[in-house]
């Protein structure tokens, strides 16, 4: 009978020990939540002006700039496309998602449309961060504007690079 209560117990902590090591696991896989990209057209369908205000900078053409070489180097390209489309199809340029971050979850209409975000933009702004929205800092920004392994750098200052981005938002006062 000791035996028999002696191997109920071990097999009882084994079981513990499993369920808790596989509960961890399951919480750490939940804590990865990936994005999707959309491409900076389905970005126009809302944001014509800043989409058209985006065509006019380097960042939309900041793939074309590479050499062919430069266009196989993961460290070139990493700042110099956007992401990938679920069929993998490379969002060439700096697009949208390169700064915002991929906007598959935070562009649905509970979260951007205007009405409601207008009525209370602290809800609907925690909801498209919750959802994925990078917002922009200066930290952001020098991910990839940065002198370290980069020679073909340019001085960057972000009080004068965010206006460059999107000017209309500069003549609004945001």
């Known amino acids: 009978m000791r035996k028999f209560v002696l191997i109920l117990t071990v097999l009882a902590f084994t079981v513990a020990v499993f ?28 944001h014509k ?9 380097g960042h939309a053409t900041a793939f074309d700039v590479l050499s062919d070489e430069e266009k196989t180097k993961e460290e070139c390209i990493v700042c110099h496309i956007s992401g990938k489309l679920a069929d993998e199809t490379v969002l060439e340029g700096v697009q949208c998602e390169g700064c915002h971050g991929p906007g598959k979850d935070y562009k ?43 020679e073909n750098y340019k001085e960057f200052n972000f009080e004068e690079a965010k206006g460059k981005v999107h000017p209309e938002l500069v003549k609004e006062g945001k």
Not at 24 to 37: I, K, R
Not at 118 to 128: C, G, I, R, S, Y
């Open 108 to 150: 649905s209409a509970k979260i951007m449309s205007k009405k409601k975000w207008k009525a209370d933009p602290e809800t609907h702004m925690k909801m498209a961060l919750e959802a994925g929205l990078i917002p922009q800092t200066e930290e952001s920004c020098v991910r990839c504007h940065t002198k370290e392994g980069n």
């Open 49 to 57: 002006a800043q989409y058209k205000s985006w065509l006019e900078t």
């Open 19 to 46: 369920a808790a090591f596989v509960t961890a696991e399951e919480a750490a896989t939940a804590e990865e939540v990936t994005h999707d990209y959309v491409g900076a057209k389905k970005c126009k369908t809302c």
